[in-house]
């Protein structure tokens, strides 16, 4: 079992930054790839990036690319999701997740990984 906690999230104006970060517990977090998604009031669940288990390859969705970069530190069991330039339909509430899954591209399906946090609400508005 692995056990995420998300956090970081809150209201920024458009334009704004906001970085999440997602604590890991219980297994070797090393082992997992990461990945983050979000979901917004009445959509589905939709894949943001994702971290390879080293850290050295990531892979982000076209809405967020240039804007978003994800990053993760093994030695402190976390990963990271440093959001730039918000806009307001970056509104979501915010899952990371983790997958045993590990190719490239990596995994962008809600079913193809094991472990999420509870989420962590982003709300951009001025």
């Known amino acids: 079992q692995v056990q995420l906690v998300e956090s970081g999230g809150g209201l920024v104006q458009p334009g704004g930054s906001l970085r999440l970060s997602c604590g890991a517990s219980?297994?070797?977090?090393?082992?997992?790839?990461m990945g983050w998604f979000r979901q917004a009031p009445g959509k589905e669940r939709e894949f943001v990036a994702a971290?390879?288990?080293?850290?050295?390859?990531?892979y982000f969705a076209d809405s967020v690319k240039g804007r978003f970069t994800v990053s993760r530190d093994n030695a402190k069991n976390t990963a990271y999701l440093q959001m730039n330039s918000l806009k307001p339909e970056d509104t979501a509430v915010y899952y990371c997740?983790?997958?045993?899954?590990?190719?490239?591209?990596?995994?962008?399906?809600?079913?193809?990984?094991?472990?999420w946090g509870q989420g962590t609400q982003v709300t951009v508005s001025s």
């Open positions: 219980g297994r070797i977090f090393g082992n997992y790839g």
């Open positions: 997740s983790a997958t045993q899954i590990h190719r490239y591209p990596p995994p962008t399906g809600p079913h193809q990984y094991d472990y």
């Open positions: 971290i390879s288990r080293n850290g050295g390859v990531t």
